[in-house]
C-alpha cells in the first residue's frame, strides 16, 4: 500500500521549464481514489506539484510516455514508457499561487498528483476583481476565475472552429461580468463599459436586461433602439469611395475642400464647443450635407449656358437637392451654336455622382446616409451630434452595449467597424482624464468574426484602429476581446498583442501553429489537445488566468444562449411542416428586414368585448399561461407570465402546431413572434 497516495514518481532530469519524472512502480495509471474523490492519472494536461519545502512548484503534463523519457548519454532513449515531462508554471508560497518560478527543482524530488484542495487554494481564493468563468475539466467541483483588469488592459482573444462554442462562451463571460457567476450570491460589476460587434445578431437575447441593443430594424417592443452610424463620421476619403467608386487625386482634392467648406460653415454659424474653425480638417467628424454636395457637384457638370459669354443658364427647369432630382438644362448645341457646354469646375464625375445619387436612395444605407436624428439639413445642421452619439453608446444605465450589424451588407462592414472604433477610441483618448473618459470607466470592446475584417490584407481603417487599441490601449482604458474561428488570417501584431487566450476547440493546424506561436505560455502539450476539447470546454492561458487551464466555460441558461444554434434538420424535416408564405419571405427580402411582418402598420385590436369573450386554453409552460384563437380574425391571443399579446393573421394550422408543440414558449419564440404583427391588450 502506497504511503503517500497523491506521490505519482520522482524528477529524474531538469532542462530548463521542462521536467522529466519518472513515475513510481507501484503507481497504476488509471484512477487513483484520494479522500474518497477518483482522480485519472498522468492526464496530459493535468496538474502536478513537487513540494519544495516551504513552497511547492506546480507544473503541468505535457507529455506521457516513451517520448517523454529523456535521452540516456549514448543518445538512445531510456527503454521505459514510465515517463512523464511537465512545463513549470508557478509556485505556491503561503496560500497564494503565483506564476513564475524562483528555483527550480532537483533531481529525486518528489512529484505529487494535485488534489482538489490543492486546487481550490489556487481557485477558491475569491480575492476581488475574479469572474467566473466555468469549472475545472477535470474537477468540475472547483470554480475558474480570471482576472478583469488583466483580461481588460491586456486584451484577450477566444478562438475556436465553428461551433465550438465561442460565442457561447462570450455570453456567458459577459453575463457573468454584469451579474456575477450564476453560483455566488450574484455580485457583478455594474458599471461594466462593454460594447459588443455582434455581427450575426446573435446576442441581443442571450444578454437581455444587461445590455441595450442598437440595429438596423429595432424590435422596438424589446427595447431596442435604431442603429445609426453618421456617415459624417467616418473619414470623408473613405466614404466617398464608397459613394461614388473610383476618383482621380484631383476630383478627390475638389470634393474634399468643398466638404472641409461646408464644415467650416456649419460651425461657425453654430459653434460646437472645443472646436476650433481654424484648426478644423476635412476628416474633423462634423455633421455636412451630402445631398447638398450631391446637388453642387452635379451642376456644373450638366449645365449649359444661352450666351458665349456664359452669362445666362440654360435653364429648364431646376433641381432639388432635397429629393436628389438633378436640374434639367437645355442640350447643348452642336458645333458653335447655342446652348453652350459649361467649362468651369467640371470635375468629369458624372458617373460618380450617378453612383452616389443611387446609394443615397438605397434603403438599405439609410442608417449611414439618413441617420434619424443625426442626419444634418442642407445647411449641414443635426439635431444631434456627436455627444449624443457617444453617449448613446457608451453612456446608458447598462454595462453591456451591443452594436448588431447583422444587417449592414456586407461589403461595407469592414469600413464601418473601423468608423465605429475610430468614433469611440478618439472619444476615450481625448477625454481620458474626464469621469466618463476611458481611465475612470474603462471600456471592453468584443469584435465577433475578427478574421472578417482584422485580416493581414483587409483593407479599410478596421485593422489599424485595432492595433492601436491593443498597442495603447491600456493607458487610456480600452480593451479589446478579439472572436475568431480563423486564428490563422487574423492579424499577427493584433494576435500577438493579446494577453489572455480562450482557446476551444480548433481543428485546423495552420488555427493551431498561430495560437501557439501567439501564446504567452510555453505548452505543447496543452495545444496538442486543442483538437479533441469537447464543446464548450477551454484552455484558458495567459495574464488572466492563474494557472493554464482546461476548464468547462458556464453554459448558460437556455433562454441566455446566443441565438446561433443550429437548425434541426432531422426534427424539423420529420416533424409536421408549417404553414408557408412565400410572399412575406420575398418581402422579407426586399425590406431586408427578416422581422418584416405582412400588414405590419394595421394594428387593429379585437373589440373589447371580444376580447373578454375570447377562451383562453390552459396551457402548461414555464413562461405562457394561457393560448386562445379566434379563426374568423385570424387571431392569436397569449397569455404570458407578464402580459396577454396578441398576434394578428395567424394562420389556423399555425395555432394547431402551437397547441400541439411541446415547449409553447419556444415556438413562440421561433415562429410566432417575429413573424407576426402583435400588440398588447
Ligand atoms: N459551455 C458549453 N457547454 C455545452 N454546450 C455548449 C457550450 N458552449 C456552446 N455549446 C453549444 O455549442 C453550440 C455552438 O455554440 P456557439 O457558441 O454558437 O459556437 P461558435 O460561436 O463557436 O460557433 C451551441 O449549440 C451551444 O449550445
Ligand atoms: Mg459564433
Known amino acids: ?83 512523464m515531462t511537465i512545463q513549470l508554471v508557478g509556485e505556491i508560497v503561503g496560500t497564494s499561487f503565483e506564476r513564475g ?32 468563468i466555468g469549472r475545472l475539466a477535470s474537477a468540475e467541483g472547483i470554480p475558474v ?10 486584451h484577450s482573444a477566444v478562438l475556436g472552429s465553428t461551433g465550438a462554442g465561442k460565442s457561447t462562451t462570450v455570453s456567458s463571460l459577459l453575463r457573468s461580468i454584469a451579474l456575477g457567476g450564476d453560483a455566488e450570491a450574484a455580485q457583478g460589476f455594474p458599471s461594466a463599459r462593454i460594447l459588443l460587434l455582434d455581427i450575426h445578431g446573435e446576442y441581443g437575447r442571450a444578454l437581455e436586461s444587461v445590455s441595450t441593443v442598437f440595429r438596423i430594424n429595432p424590435n422596438a417592443g424589446a427595447g431596442e433602439l435604431p442603429l445609426h452610424i453618421p456617415f459624417w463620421a467616418l473619414d470623408p476619403a473613405e466614404l466617398l469611395a464608397f459613394l461614388m467608386g473610383k476618383l482621380d487625386d484631383k476630383q478627390l482634392t475638389q470634393i474634399l475642400d468643398r466638404i472641409m ?19 478644423m480638417t476635412a476628416d474633423s467628424p462634423s455633421p455636412y450635407s451630402l445631398k447638398k454636395l450631391w446637388s453642387e457637384l452635379l451642376d456644373p457638370e450638366v449645365r449649359t449656358w444661352l450666351d458665349q459669354q456664359r452669362l445666362q443658364p440654360a435653364l429648364d427647369e431646376a433641381g432639388d437637392p432635397q429629393t436628389l432630382k438633378a436640374p ?28 452616389m445619387r443611387s446609394r443615397l436612395l ?26 449624443e452619439l457617444l453617449e448613446a453608446w457608451l453612456g446608458h444605465s447598462k454595462p453591456i452595449t451591443i452594436l448588431d450589424l447583422s444587417g449592414i451588407p456586407s ?23 474626464k469621469s466618463e473618459g476611458g481611465i475612470a470607466r474603462p471600456l471592453l470592446v468584443v469584435m465577433e468574426e475578427a478574421h472578417r475584417y482584422l485580416s493581414k490584407d483587409a483593407d479599410g481603417p478596421a485593422r489599424e484602429m485595432v492595433q492601436r487599441i491593443v498597442k495603447e490601449g491600456r493607458k487610456f482604458g480600452i480593451g479589446a476581446m478579439v472572436v475568431s474561428q480563423r486564428p490563422s488570417e487574423v492579424d499577427d501584431t493584433i494576435l500577438s498583442q493579446c494577453g489572455t487566450f480562450v482557446a476551444l476547440r480548433l481543428s485546423n493546424s495552420a488555427d493551431r501553429t498561430k495560437v501557439q506561436a501567439s501564446l504567452p505560455d510555453n505548452l505543447a502539450g496543452v495545444i496538442d489537445s486543442l483538437p479533441v476539447l469537447r464543446v464548450g470546454e477551454a484552455v484558458i492561458t495567459g495574464e488572466a488566468a492563474r494557472l493554464p487551464i482546461r476548464c468547462r466555460i458556464t453554459l448558460p441558461r437556455e433562454e441566455h444562449r446566443p441565438n446561433s444554434e443550429d437548425p434541426a434538420v432531422a426534427k424539423r424535416w420529420m416533424g409536421d411542416r408549417l404553414p408557408e408564405d412565400y410572399g412575406r419571405l420575398a418581402a422579407s427580402w426586399r425590406a431586408q428586414s427578416p422581422t418584416w411582418t405582412t400588414l405590419r402598420v394595421i394594428r387593429t385590436k379585437l373589440p373589447q368585448q371580444e376580447i ?70
Open 101 to 132: 518560478i524562483s528555483q527550480y527543482p532537483n533531481v529525486r524530488d518528489e512529484v505529487h498528483l494535485v488534489t482538489e484542495e490543492d486546487l481550490a487554494v489556487i481557485y477558491g481564493t475569491q480575492d476581488g476583481g475574479q469572474v467566473l
Open 261 to 279: 467648406d461646408y464644415k467650416v460653415k456649419a460651425v461657425s454659424a453654430q459653434p460646437a464647443p472645443g472646436l476650433d474653425v481654424n484648426s
Open 1 to 83: 500500500m502506497n504511503i503517500k497516495p497523491t506521490l505519482l514518481g520522482h524528477v529524474g532530469a531538469v532542462a530548463g521549464a521542462a521536467i522529466s519524472v519518472r513515475l513510481s512502480p507501484n503507481v497504476a495509471s488509471g484512477i487513483a481514489i484520494i479522500g474518497g474523490k477518483s482522480y485519472r492519472i498522468g492526464q496530459v494536461g493535468s496538474f502536478v506539484r513537487i513540494p519544495q519545502g516551504y513552497h511547492d512548484l506546480y507544473g503541468i503534463v505535457a507529455e506521457v510516455g516513451a517520448n517523454a523519457a529523456p535521452a540516456t548519454p549514448q543518445g538512445q532513449p531510456e527503454v521505459s514508457d514510465r515517463w
Open 411 to 433: 461589403p461595407v462592414v469592414a469600413r464601418l467597424i473601423g468608423a465605429i472604433l475610430r468614433i469611440i477610441y478618439e472619444g476615450l483618448f481625448w477625454g481620458r482624464d
Open 612 to 681: 373578454e369573450a375570447m377562451e383562453r386554453e390552459l396551457v402548461v409552460s414555464s413562461n405562457v399561461v394561457s393560448i386562445g384563437y379566434e379563426p374568423t380574425t385570424s387571431t392569436l391571443e397569449v397569455e404570458f407570465k407578464n402580459g396577454v399579446y396578441q398576434y394578428y393573421n395567424v394562420p389556423d394550422a399555425m395555432y394547431q402546431q402551437l397547441m400541439a408543440a411541446a415547449s409553447k414558449g419556444q415556438f413562440i419564440n421561433t415562429y410566432i413572434k417575429p413573424a407576426y404583427p402583435c400588440s398588447r391588450v
Open 362 to 387: 438605397d434603403r438599405q444605407y439609410d442608417f449611414l446616409l439618413h441617420p434619424g436624428d443625426w442626419e444634418p439639413d442642407l445647411d449641414s445642421q443635426s439635431l444631434k451630434g456627436l455627444p
Open 328 to 355: 434639367k438644362y437645355r442640350p447643348h448645341g452642336a458645333g458653335s451654336a447655342a446652348p453652350f457646354i459649361n467649362q468651369v469646375g467640371v470635375l468629369g464625375i458624372r458617373r460618380q455622382l450617378d453612383q
Open 145 to 154: 476565475r480570471i482576472d478583469l483588469d488583466k483580461l481588460v488592459t491586456r
